[in-house]
């Protein structure tokens, strides 16, 4: 693979869990609906202005919803900025309802509420708008290996780079196609969204998005978790 969005390409959809999540219009997805749902918001973000270059502000939470715009925003060469800054330079803003009305944006910029409904009749409900949409988005030829994707405080890091420290991490932890990742982390660190997200799709395993009870065999976490691996995001080696 090459660039993130690979790891929802098309030939890659299958019935075998991808995705389970703890709230949102759909919980539990295979590799078909997380496939297919991804190039549907990728579409969804183009119509909205989101192409290379552009950002994506992200707000997490225990919902599909980001898993899915950070997909669709790979696919488009966007590059991707979970836990935004209140003020920030972004086409979309992708959020939780009762939080979206916070963040101050750019005039022509769009906000996509999820978990939720807003009163402001300018923000677009994720799950309607992404639904109707074509499940087709082709990757644009100028997006590449080296095409800056994650941004941080701390600065940014390309398609390339982002998939050769989940292909380190599936090796030093021994992920498997049958395995759940139950990410206990925040998103604001990429090691979270590489070692909970991008690892265990490149091998076919499931990214878990758990309750407090929910166990799998790997966790991604900056503690103490009840899984009997448990991989700290600030050790993941991103360059």
Known sequence: METIGELVARDRRSREPALRARMGVNPRYDYYQLCTTAHKTGNFLSHRGVHAGETVAIVESASGAPILSLFGAALLGARVRFDPPREIDARVLVAPAESIEEYDLPPSATRVAYDGESDDPAVEAFGESV??????????????????????????????????????????????????????????????VVAGVFAPLSVGATVVLPDAEAETRVAVSEGPAPEPVVVDPADVALR
Do not use: K, M, Q
Not at 138 to 166: C, Q, R, S
């Open 131 to 192: 639904w109707s949409e074509n499940p087709f988005c082709p990757t644009p030829p100028e997006v590449g290996t080296g095409t800056a994707f994650l941004t941080t405080d701390e600065g940014e890091y390309a398609h390339d780079e982002l998939l050769a420290a989940a292909e380190r991490v599936v090796e030093e932890v021994g992920i498997d196609a049958g395995d759940g990742v139950a990410i206990r982390a925040s998103f604001s660190n990429p090691g979270t």
